[in-house]
Structures are given as structure tokens and as C-alpha cells.
């Protein structure tokens, strides 16, 4: 059910300006090789670890009494000792529309972060062996994309867009039927998360082991979220991989 690049065009435009900076500013005067066996087996088990959280039944509530009645006291996603976390207080004043927009606006940034935090450390663990692009990317992830051949960029834009598209027409109310004053609004019928990819066929059909696992995904993309941000802001800091931090 995962969307594995459902990231915005404009977000990606962004980026891609701030890692050229940042590749200008912070790439290393050496191309380092990383040969530690222990951080292959980090990378790899975190491959394994983030894929399996990324490829793992979506929210689906269609055989869920959620659907009926999303409401912030029936919502997965808390776990003691928090309970419903929202001390900002987003939900309190929230209509079941915005809290599903809420909802799908999480778990979405939840699931790109899991795959950034693959592709951080997987990239870098390597960096000089790939069979892409001749092996010629190296340095910081924050750097990489900034060394993708020209022309790459556009069908990488391209690629994302396409996804985007589709996500929007599962989950989204075709723009002229919306109402004016309520932009973006989801389908009725439509769980946030779900856009129908589960090619394992691994949604449970019980409710409560299905609202079980949604917890397990969003608190694995809350986690993944906090670690891309901390890796972006790490290698940004010093010009360093994060492997290199590992390894030091």
C-alpha cells in the first residue's frame, strides 16, 4: 500500500536546491570507502527492518468500524505511557475531515522517512561499488542527489508525479466536485494511507490486528521521521557521512 515516492514536486525542487549548496559547501576533499563489516550488516539490517515496515499492509478500513466514525478517540496510532499525543491540541477542534487529512499527511511523511533512512545509510555503505552511475557518487546522502547525471532529474521528477497523480485519484475528491472552502478534501470512503498496494497480502481482516499493525507503521515512521532529521541535520553540520560518524 505504500506510495514509494509520494513526495511533493515542489518539496523535491527545494531539495534539490539545498543539496547543491550543500554539496558545493560540504563535500569531502576524499571520496571515503567504507569496508567495516559491522556497518554492512547496520545497513543491511536496516534495509531489511525499513522495507519490511514500508511494504506492510497500509491503513485500510474498510472492514474497520474506524471508517464509520474517525474520531480522535478511535484512532490508531497511541500507545501508553503518551496515550493521544497532541499537546499542541490539533485535534481537539478538528472535524473528522481534517483529522483524516491529518492522518494521511503522517503517515505519508512517515513512510518517505523510512525509506530516507534506508537510502542514507545504504547509499553511503556503497558509495564507490554500485553499478550506478559508474560508481562516480560519493560523500554525505545530503550530496548525492546533487551528483545524479543531468537528465536524471527529470525523470526522477517525472516518476514522482506519476505517483502522486494516482495517489490523488484514490484519495482525493476530484477538485470541481469539492467545495470551495475545503481544499484537499479526502474521499468518504477513502482510509487514509490505503491506496490499495498490498501485493504480499498482508492486511489482517480482523479489525483489532488491523488497527495493531497500523500503530506498528506509524510509530515506525514517527521514529524514521526523527531519524531522517537528524541525519540531514548531522551531515549538514560537518560535511560527514553517517557512516562515517558510525565509524569514527
Known amino acids: ?137 560519493s560523500g554525505p546522502a545530503i550530496t548525492h542527489f546533487a551528483q545524479v547525471p543531468d537528465g536524471w532529474d527529470a525523470l526522477i521528477v517525472t516518476m514522482i508525479g506519476a505517483a502522486e497523480a494516482q495517489r490523488a485519484q484514490i484519495g482525493w475528491v476530484d477538485p470541481a466536485n469539492a467545495p470551495f472552502d475545503q481544499p484537499g478534501l479526502l474521499k468518504d470512503d477513502y482510509y487514509p494511507g490505503d491506496i490499495g498496494f498490498d501485493p504480499l497480502g498482508l492486511r489482517p481482516e480482523d479489525p483489532e490486528e488491523l488497527n495493531l499493525m497500523i500503530t506498528k507503521e506509524l510509530q515506525n515512521g514517527r521514529l524514521a521521521m526523527l531519524a531522517a532529521a537528524g541525519f540531514l541535520a548531522q551531515e549538514a553540520v560537518d560535511g560527514k557521512g553517517i557512516l562515517e560518524h558510525f565509524s569514527s
Do not use: W
Not at 68 to 86: E, V, Y
Not at 102 to 117: I, P, Q, S
Open 1 to 137: 500500500r505504500y506510495c514509494m515516492l509520494s513526495l511533493n514536486l515542489a518539496t523535491l525542487s527545494l531539495l534539490d536546491t539545498n543539496l547543491k549548496y550543500l554539496d558545493r559547501n560540504h563535500r569531502p576533499s576524499s571520496t571515503t570507502t567504507y569496508t567495516n563489516i559491522n556497518m554492512m550488516k547496520l545497513a543491511i539490517a536496516s534495509l531489511l527492518a525499513g522495507s519490511a515496515a514500508a511494504f506492510a499492509p497500509a491503513s485500510t478500513g474498510r472492514t474497520s468500524t474506524a471508517v464509520n466514525a474517525f474520531t480522535a478517540d478511535n484512532m490508531p496510532g497511541a500507545l501508553a505511557p503518551m496515550g493521544f499525543f497532541d499537546p499542541l491540541g490539533f485535534a481537539k477542534n478538528a472535524d473528522e475531515a481534517a483529522l483524516k487529512k491529518y492522518r494521511e499527511a503522517e503517515v505519508t511523511h512517515g513512510r518517505v522517512a523510512m525509506l530516507a533512512v534506508i537510502g542514507f545509510l545504504v547509499g553511503e555503505a556503497v558509495e564507490g561499488s554500485s553499478f550506478l552511475f559508474d560508481a562516480q557518487i
